[in-house]
């Protein structure tokens, strides 16, 4: 009898600090990292799900970036991409959309041709590697 209360009040602690860990609004900064390298806008429009949540959970308390490099290119590409307007609007709250210059001069596209609001990275892997050096929780989109 005392074996099953322990476990089960056991179970209920750890059940509360999973629920916690979610809603704790005191929580440190979050520093997250998005690979997207596929052609498939199903992929994209599920980056910008991702990035949406991310921001709902942790309002204020998340920065991230979005690495785009390979087949996703024209995610970022004014006149190839149907997110635009998504993708601007979620610049302005801070979220940083950063496309693979490797990327880009394999295909021919300059900077002038990305979105206002994209950047550039020499390398878009390298700058996964960079972040997640740097302590960034690591996303790879598509999957």
Avoid at 74 to 102: I, P, Q, R, S, W
């Amino acid at each position: 009898m005392k074996f099953t209360t322990y476990l089960i009040a056991s179970f209920l602690l750890l059940f509360n600090s999973s629920v916690y860990a979610q809603n704790n609004t005191t929580e440190k900064m979050h520093q997250v990292v998005i690979q997207l390298n596929t052609a498939d806008t199903a992929a994209w429009s599920g980056v910008i799900g991702n990035v949406k949540n991310l921001q709902k959970v942790w309002p204020g308390k998340v920065e991230i970036e979005v690495v785009v490099h390979g087949k996703a290119l024209n995610f970022l590409v004014a006149d190839k991409t149907h997110l635009g307007t998504e993708l601007d609007m979620l610049t302005k709250k801070g979220v940083v959309f950063n496309a693979c210059e490797n990327t880009m001069n394999k295909y021919g596209i300059t900077k002038g041709m990305l979105l206002p609001s994209a950047k550039s990275v020499p390398s878009g892997v390298a700058e996964l590697v960079l972040k997640q050096e740097a302590g960034w929780s690591y996303l790879r989109a598509g999957l």
